[in-house]
């Protein structure tokens, strides 16, 4: 998926507090969402360095910048959203097995 569209939206991204992206930032930003969903599923705990070189290769901003750095943050914090959902998702199904067996 990488590979299909970072020459097309390299660095077009601006302002990144919550990510909330605008009509000309949709494709980078629903790459970038993508792109973190399959790390998680490759990764229950990556690096920074792995975000960082996400940012850097979807949206073509250094690392050093504030609009990378707002960027690795938004990841992290997705990246933990993630994390919850799955183990919410995992909670459940154990939950529903267990009444399962007691009936």
């Known amino acids: 998926m990488l590979e299909a569209s970072t020459s097309s939206t390299s660095s077009k991204f601006s302002t990144v507090t919550h990510l909330t992206p605008s009509h000309d930032y949709d494709d980078s930003y629903r790459l970038f969402d993508e792109e973190l969903k399959c790390l998680f599923l490759r ?8 975000f960082e070189q996400l940012v850097n290769k979807i949206f073509g901003i250094e690392t050093y910048k504030k609009k990378a750095k707002d960027l690795v943050k938004d990841a992290g914090t997705r ?15 154990v939950k529903k097995l ?6």
């Open 43 to 50: 990764s229950r705990d990556p690096s920074r360095l792995a």
């Open 79 to 93: 990246f933990n959203d993630y994390r919850n959902k799955f183990n919410d998702s995992v909670a459940s199904h």
């Open 98 to 103: 267990r009444e399962a067996d007691e009936r």
